[in-house]
């Protein structure tokens, strides 16, 4: 070997760790970015669900609203967790002509550490009313 050639592989040596440490922490924000999404997605796809439960049962004949308000609340805490539960509202509207029963719910967005959205997620459940 050459003395360039020497002085060559002595200059990169070290340069492999630095760049695993470039590296993965860009992969490991890129990962944390992805959970962060997939989190809100979950959530939001499980307050969706109970609200729609919530005005299916505030739908029902013998029921009202605030059995509707009650079950949502039942379901979000049972899977989520009861701070997600906190604002959940329940009305009789008109949609189409139709008598329908309207549950929305608004629940903070899921952070991950210090980064991401901050905010609030509403989403709204409907069923139609049953004649009594």
Do not use: N
């Not at 924000?29 to 439960?53: K, P, S």
């Not at 980064?115 to 997620?121: E, I, K």
Request: charged share 20%; net charge negative; hydrophobic share 50%.
């Amino acid at each position: 070997m050459t003395r360039r050639a020497a002085a060559d592989d002595r200059a990169e040596r070290g340069s492999a760790v630095v760049d695993f440490t470039l590296v993965s922490i860009l992969v490991l924000v890129l990962f944390l970015g992805v959970v962060q999404v997939a989190l809100a997605v979950h959530v939001r796809a499980t307050l969706v669900d109970c609200a729609a439960e919530g005005a299916r049962v505030a739908g029902r004949a013998d029921r009202g609203p605030a059995d509707g308000v009650a079950r949502t609340r039942e379901l979000i805490t049972a899977s989520l967790s009861e701070r997600y539960a906190g604002h959940v509202v329940a009305r009789q509207t008109t949609i189409d002509g139709l008598p329908v029963v309207e549950v929305t719910v608004s629940a903070p967005l899921p952070v991950v550490g210090m980064l991401g959205p901050s905010g609030a997620v509403t989403v709204d459940g409907h069923a139609l009313e049953e004649a009594p």
